[in-house]
T-cell receptor
Framework: AQSVAQPEDQVNVAEGNPLTVKCTYSVSGNPYLFWYVQYPNRGLQFLLKYITGDNLVKGSYGFEAEFNKSQTSFHLKKPSALVSDSALYFCAVRVNRDDKIIFGKGTRLHILP | DAGVTQSPTHLIKTRGQQVTLRCSPKSGHDTVSWYQQALGQGPQFIFQYYEEEERQRGNFPDRFSGHQFPNYSSELNVNALLLGDSALYLC?????????????FGQGTRLTVV
């Protein structure tokens, strides 16, 4: 069965420092991988995706993610964190183009001023 | 370009009642999926509609049903509400069978069952 793991419930980073939010996945087949962000009382906003090609993908708001097939990971990164990056981040995967999206349980990112 | 819109934003219902949630997909999208997000959890897939048919279904009971209209908008119906149905219900739209595989989400409907 397909699954996504986000091992950290919360990540605390000082403003201006680099941040990493971890994600690993388990699928039977080639994955389509996504990161979404959720602000309080809001829906999910798409940040970036990996389908194929370059393992480093760039997305919205300066975020990027690195696909590592051997480690089945898709960690979210940003070189310099902003207080406004504080939110709930979800890693997600789908196996086929039209398949359902499976989400991790989320990681709360807290950027300290 | 309107994104995904959901209505209502908040709803309070009593156990045993029935509820209907509505979703209009992003312009140009033809597929609607519904997700349930319980407090402190990631979204869980309920079902997906394309060409007015349910294409996939998650592990939800038959009390959860849906519909898609010719204009691609969709409804989620939940019968015989339970306290455990309290959650944020998210609608996501996408374009079927393309490489634009990301889904775009609405802001959700917060359902409280009392």
């Amino acid at each position: 069965a397909q699954s996504v793991a986000q091992p950290e419930d919360q990540v605390n980073v000082a403003e201006g420092n680099p941040l990493t939010v971890k994600c690993t996945y388990s699928v039977s087949g080639n994955p389509y991988l996504f990161w979404y962000v959720q602000y309080p009382n809001r829906g999910l906003q798409f940040l970036l995706k990996y389908i194929t090609g370059d393992n480093l993908v760039k997305g919205s708001y300066g975020f990027e993610a690195e696909f590592n097939k051997s480690q089945t990971s898709f960690h979210l990164k940003k070189p310099s964190a902003l207080v406004s990056d504080s939110a709930l981040y979800f890693c997600a995967v789908r196996v086929n183009r039209d398949d359902k999206i499976i989400f991790g349980k989320g990681t709360r990112l807290h950027i300290l001023p | 370009d309107a994104g995904v819109t959901q209505s209502p934003t908040h709803l309070i219902k009593t156990r045993g009642q029935q509820v209907t949630l509505r979703c209009s997909p992003k312009s140009g999208h033809d597929t609607v999926s519904w997700y349930q997000q319980a407090l402190g959890q990631g979204p869980q897939f309920i079902f997906q509609y394309y060409e007015e048919e349910e294409r996939q279904r998650g592990n939800f009971p038959d009390r959860f049903s849906g519909h898609q209209f010719p204009n691609y908008s969709s409804e989620l119906n939940v019968n015989a509400l339970l306290l455990g149905d309290s959650a944020l219900y998210l609608c996501a739209s996408s374009l079927y069978s393309t490489d634009n595989t990301e889904a775009f989400f609405g802001q959700g409907t917060r359902l409280t069952v009392v």
